[in-house]
């Protein structure tokens, strides 16, 4: 079973370039998100998704963008790249929102901006 | 102030020994859910509970939702149970999820 999968697993990127960090999941969920995990901290909502057509900003949305064409995907955007966005970055997705529902987590993606 | 705080940050055990990690939390939530992340992997769902108490193998995970306060358990601790342990609040108006700072637990031989 796939569950969440996510691209790429490592990636250094330069200060000022772009970049779009995939996500899929197969289980059909409607809700989608991404989180960043910063050492010592909590994951951090970016942004996030309760179906296809629909995103919404979450605590950090700031330098980053993204988009949600179909139920499967859900990429983010990260323009412009700076340091502060040096970090390990997991997409997750759930049946329908934190109401009595598992979330699967992908792999996790880990970004130096140097 | 976090929504939800975890303790201890991290700590160290013998094989064998018995572990607790506590998570108390302070929104209105539909869920307490605990997720293991190992090092360099991803994070997957250890339980999924509203109340009373869940036992999976040697992991056993309580919730007391007056106090608002979880804890998971570890009987006969090993080695392969070292991980990030995280807490996480679903909240009750059903689009987010908070989540602690997570317990670093690392068993010895």
């Known amino acids: 079973n796939a569950g969440v999968t996510q691209t790429p697993k490592f990636r250094i990127l330069k200060i000022g370039q772009s970049m779009t960090l995939q996500c899929t999941q197969d289980?059909?969920?409607?809700?989608m998100y991404w989180y960043r995990q910063d050492p010592g901290m909590g994951l951090k909502l970016i942004y996030y998704?309760?179906?296809?057509?629909?995103?919404d900003k979450g605590e950090v949305p700031n330098g980053y963008n993204v988009s949600r064409s179909t139920t499967e995907d859900f990429p983010l955007r990260l323009e412009l790249a700076a340091p502060s966005q040096t970090s390990v970055y997991f997409c997750?997705?759930?049946?329908?929102?934190?109401?009595?529902?598992?979330?699967?987590f992908g792999e996790g993606s880990w970004l130096t901006v140097v | 102030k976090n929504e939800v705080e975890q303790s201890p940050q991290n700590l160290t055990a013998q094989e064998g020994e018995f572990i607790t990690i506590n998570c108390s939390y302070s929104?209105?939530?539909?869920?307490l859910h605990w997720l293991q992340q190992h090092p360099g992997g991803g994070i997957v769902s250890l339980f999924m509970?509203?109340?009373g108490k869940k036992k999976h193998g040697r992991l056993i995970a309580t919730i007391n939702i007056q106090e608002k306060h979880s804890s998971l358990h570890i009987t006969a601790s090993h080695p392969r149970d070292s991980a990030v342990y995280i807490c996480?609040?679903?909240?009750?108006?059903?689009?987010?999820?908070?989540f602690g700072t997570g317990t670093s637990l690392t068993v010895i031989p």
């Open positions: 997750a997705s759930s049946k329908q929102g934190a109401w009595g529902n598992t979330i699967y």
């Open positions: 289980m059909n969920h409607n809700y």
């Open positions: 998704s309760v179906g296809a057509g629909i995103t």
């Open positions: 929104v209105g939530i539909s869920a």
């Open positions: 509970l509203s109340s």
């Open positions: 996480a609040a679903a909240s009750n108006t059903g689009n987010q999820f908070y």
